[in-house]
């Protein structure tokens, strides 16, 4: 009997989880536990993953130049691009008037309670560097990780091979990681059923009507992203955007249906060092793109901001609109290190602009259905964020991306035969 593929195992377990999740609340509500387990699983593996492989990415570069070099070559390429999606998801959420004859009454305000005040920056900045690296081992705290694990790179590669066995066992701890992470992923079916499950049953659709022009222009927005920005971008660059997007499907499917691309981080590295890309670019980028990357979650803020305007009847100049710009790119960059990271960029601008914060109470209680887009969309954004940095590096190995091409039609063609 032929295996089914675990893209397509995703897609069966979310349909059913959806199924049982509309039919009983109770049951869909209990299942959540299959989620939470699978995301737990996968965070287990995160660290122990993610710091040899920054330190062995960062050896192997033997220059600080050429790691200053790319390190900034990544946040402007992140600037440049999510400052184009914002100016683009500004002028979308104008031209259709989102929010306006919107009820934004009855949302449960107490949610709001719950949420930062908003984004000390100087926290943030000092957040980075670790007091104590085995407590930011502990807590998962990926920007600390990183922070560390890059001096701990030029340290190993100062040394110039004398400490050749450190980094022997570091490229076996990763290589040891990776099988894990085979083993993990064959899970995902259950944990995107038991998400998928709760989503539904704890959610339902009632209130996403309310909301439903925000829900439509959010998604239209990142179609729009994902279907025209992003591939004239790869094609600028000369990256293979179709083929790049074969390659990573099942995982896109998985960030989707279970709102977390932290899920998908260490198979998405392995997946892009197959399809080419140099490990040292891989192991630097991709980390910094789930920190200052966020294209989806950058996409949103605006039209939030606009429909919770013109709900409340505030039409908005046109330099107040320049004013959200400039808010959401500042607020933006650290959204990944915050909890609630986009409802707090929402809240932090509002207050900003003087309007009312009661009509998040609303959209919180149907992000769960945009969340899954945006997720998928910064999963494709980051992807496409280090194949360009690898490109640009000359360290993207083009034979790589016709060997997974091969490999992908022949796997079709089995499978019809």
């Known amino acids: 009997m032929k295996r089914i593929p675990i893209g397509l195992q995703v897609l069966i377990a979310a349909i059913l989880g959806g199924i ?52 900034g070559k990544a946040i402007l390429y992140f600037e440049v691009v999510t400052t184009i999606i914002i100016v683009f998801s500004v002028w979308l959420a104008s031209i259709t008037n989102i929010g306006a004859g919107a009820n934004l009454t009855g949302g449960d305000t107490s949610k709001i309670a719950n949420l930062s005040k908003g984004i000390d920056f100087k926290t943030f900045l000092l957040e980075i560097i670790p007091k104590n690296i085995f407590d930011a081992f502990a807590q998962g705290k990926l920007l600390p990780i990183i922070f560390f694990g890059i001096f701990f790179g030029l340290g190993l590669a100062s040394l110039a091979g004398r400490a050749k066995i450190v980094e ?27 998400y998928i499950a709760y989503s539904m049953a704890n959610y339902g659709w009632g209130t996403l009507k309310m909301v439903g022009s925000l829900v439509l222009v959010t998604y239209v927005g990142l179609l729009v992203v994902v279907l025209v ?34 899920v998908v981080f260490a198979p998405l590295t392995e997946r892009l060092q197959r399809y080419g890309a140099n490990n040292s670019v891989v192991s630097l980028v991709l980390p910094l793109g789930y920190t200052f990357n966020l294209d989806g979650g950058t996409l949103y803020i605006a039209p939030a901001i606009l429909f919770i305007a013109h709900a409340y009847g505030l039409d908005l100049t046109f330099v107040q609109q320049l004013e959200i710009i400039g808010l959401v790119m500042m607020l933006s960059k650290g959204m990944a290190a915050v909890p609630s990271a986009v409802m707090v960029c929402i809240m932090s601008a509002l207050t900003a602009l003087g309007l009312p914060l009661e009509g998040i109470a609303i959209l919180m209680a149907v992000d769960f259905i945009m969340d899954m887009a945006r997720t998928a969309t910064n999963v494709i954004g980051n992807s496409l964020a280090t194949l360009v940095m690898a490109k640009s590096e000359g360290l993207l190995d083009e034979k790589k991306q016709e060997d997974v091409k091969v490999s992908q039609y022949t796997a079709r063609y089995k499978s019809l035969d």
Do not use: C
């Open 168 to 194: 022997d066992f570091l490229e076996a701890v990763s290589q040891i990681m990776f099988k894990v992470l085979n083993f993990v992923v064959k899970f995902s079916p259950i944990g995107v059923f038991g």
């Open 20 to 71: 049982v999740g509309v039919t009983s609340k109770t049951i869909g509500i209990e299942l959540k536990v299959l989620g939470d387990a699978f995301i737990r699983m996968i965070q287990m593996t995160i660290v122990p993953l993610v710091f040899p492989l920054i330190v062995i990415g960062v050896a192997q570069m033997k220059s600080v130049k050429t790691l200053g070099r790319l390190a």
């Open 229 to 262: 920005i992003f591939p004239i971008i790869a094609r600028i660059f000369g990256i293979k955007y179709v083929a790049m997007i074969r390659e990573i499907w099942d995982l896109l499917l998985i960030a989707f249906t279970t709102r977390s691309s932290e």
